[in-house]
């Protein structure tokens, strides 16, 4: 019967001034600095582009009707619309910014009434939004229905951010 062998096995990196623990702890700062600076950019997503607003599908098949539930708080029934196109749901609209109704490039007809003095330039917007994760503009989603369901055969409703879509499982039932 063999004893187990132990191994140790230390790496540079846990030693504080270890030449590649250095190498990172400047590629690290440089970034940092680069950022500051803004001669680095983090990558943001295409704006010009609609989003995709989360959903839910809730398909009992016992139930004659399936139900799409969309998230869309701050939007109004007004700013959207709802189509059938080639045996598919279409659900597209906008989404406004009560603070900076002019910032999406998409939606800029959009009219506000105090907007001239809510335009922001870039430089000062960091300043004013020091936070500023939520997305506005255009929105779109297309799920496939059964075939031959017609747009007076769905139902759509907007209660409290959720767009809740009720249509019939089949053209016939």
Known sequence: R?????????????????????????????????????????????????YRPRMEIYDNPESPNIVATFELPGVKIEDISTSVMHDRLVIQGARYSRHKPNQHPSIRSHPSPAASDMDVEADTHAKLFPCDELRYGKFYRAIPLPPGVTVSSISARLLEGLLTVTWPRSATG
Do not use: Y
Not at 10 to 37: F, H, Y
């Open 2 to 50: 063999m004893s187990p062998v132990r191994t140790t096995k230390t790496s540079r990196m846990t030693e504080p001034n270890s030449e590649q623990r250095q190498r990172a702890r400047k590629l690290i700062q440089d970034v940092i600095r680069g950022l500051r600076e803004g001669n680095i950019r983090m990558a943001q997503r295409n704006l010009n582009k609609p």
